[in-house]
Nanobody, 123 residues
Framework: VQLQASGGGLVQAGDSLRLSCAAS????????VAWFRQPSGKVREFVAG????????VYADSAKGRFTISRDNAKTTMYLQMNSLKPEDTAVYYC?????????????????WGQGTLVTVSS
């Protein structure tokens, strides 16, 4: 499966942004999916994930209550709705997929990645 992330941009603190990740080649309904982010000079970190069965999403503590991961009904696109953005949310955001029934929180567990989309939050 090929993934294409989009929706990043420059916003102010407190604003909202929705990232999208479109799948091609096949649908993502057989994959558990996740969003990661990588601030400049730092390691890539888990943000949110959803199992292929559509169970309750899981979130990093930094994302709980502000971010929401979802998929469309056709299972071809996943989203990350980000509200109440903070300057520390500034990073390149990546979508990822893995053909298992759980949501790993380590980047190395995911064989499929989108190219990344930059989110910059100004104070």
């Amino acid at each position: 499966v090929q993934l294409q992330a989009s929706g990043g941009g420059l916003v102010q603190a407190g604003d909202s942004l929705r990232l999208s990740c479109a799948a091609s080649g096949r649908t993502i309904n057989s994959y558990s999916v996740a969003w990661f982010r990588q601030p400049s000079g730092k390691v890539r970190e888990f943000v949110a994930g959803m199992t292929r069965s559509g169970g309750r999403p899981v979130y990093a503590d930094s994302a709980k209550g502000r971010f929401t991961i979802s998929r469309d009904n056709a299972k071809t696109t996943m989203y990350l709705q980000m509200n109440s953005l903070k300057p520390e949310d500034t990073a390149v955001y990546y979508c990822a997929a893995v053909n298992i029934g759980i949501v790993p929180r380590t980047p190395g567990s995911y064989p499929y990645w989108g190219q990344g989309t930059l989110v910059t939050v100004s104070s």
